[in-house]
Every structure is written in structure tokens, then in C-alpha cells.
Nanobody, 121 residues
Framework: QVQLVESGGGLVQPGGSLRLSCAAS????????ITWFRQAPGKEREKIAC????????KYADSVKGRFTISRDNSKNAVSLQMNNLKTEDTAVYYC??????????????WGRGTQVTVSS
């Protein structure tokens, strides 16, 4: 049974950092591309980062480029999202997902349930 479980969310002040983790089960995450999305209240879900199954290459949305880093932790069968210099506009529910193929695939095969990140002073 394939599952994705996010953790690491919470409340942080502007300028602070958080590290989210996406723990995979039922499959070996290193063999698949993994994507992070987020959805802020009243806004559409936004794709923010992806790590490729092919060569480990990464892609980021402009809104997080230079501040967020996606990486694999194969010892834990997980993918992490290091978030630095957080801004109030980063407040959202963060989801990890497994796309059907590459990072550019539009179809998502599996979603996690999400973890709340709140950036506030």
C-alpha cells in the first residue's frame, strides 16, 4: 500500500526556517520523482519543488527559488524540503506527492495528507 506522510510543519516567525519531511511507504522513493505542493487559504494549489527520479535534478517555483531546497534521504525512504528565510506568504498546507513519471507530469498518482506551515510574528 503506497502512502506519503508529511511532517515537520508548525509555527515559525518570518525569517525563520523549517524542514519538512515526506516519508514514503509501499515503494522506494528513490525510484520516483517526488513533488511538493502547497495551498494557501483561498488560493489554488501551487507546485513548488520537485526532485527527479532520473538524475536527481531539482526544479523550483520562482516563489521559493533560492530559499527552499528539496533533497532525498534514502536511509529513511523520504524526501525533505528545507525552507529558509520564510515569509508570511509561505503560510499554507504543504503536500508531497508522487507524479506519474517525471517532474513535468500533470497526473499525480498519490498525495499525502499535508502539514500546516504558518509564518507569523
Amino acid at each position: 500500500q503506497v502512502q506519503l506522510v508529511e511532517s515537520g510543519g508548525g509555527l515559525v516567525q518570518p525569517g525563520g526556517s523549517l524542514r519538512l519531511s515526506c516519508a514514503a511507504s509501499g515503494f522506494t522513493s528513490d525510484y520516483y520523482s517526488i513533488t511538493w505542493f502547497r495551498q494557501a487559504p483561498g488560493k489554488e494549489r501551487e507546485k513548488i519543488a520537485c526532485i527527479s527520479h532520473n538524475d536527481g535534478s531539482t526544479k523550483y517555483a520562482d516563489s521559493v527559488k533560492g530559499r527552499f531546497t528539496i533533497s532525498r534521504d534514502n536511509s529513511k525512504n523520504a524526501v525533505s524540503l528545507q525552507m529558509n528565510n520564510l515569509k508570511t506568504e509561505d503560510t499554507a498546507v504543504y503536500y508531497c506527492a508522487r507524479p506519474a513519471g517525471s517532474c513535468s507530469a500533470r497526473v499525480i498518482e498519490y498525495w499525502g495528507r499535508g502539514t500546516q506551515v504558518t509564518v507569523s510574528s
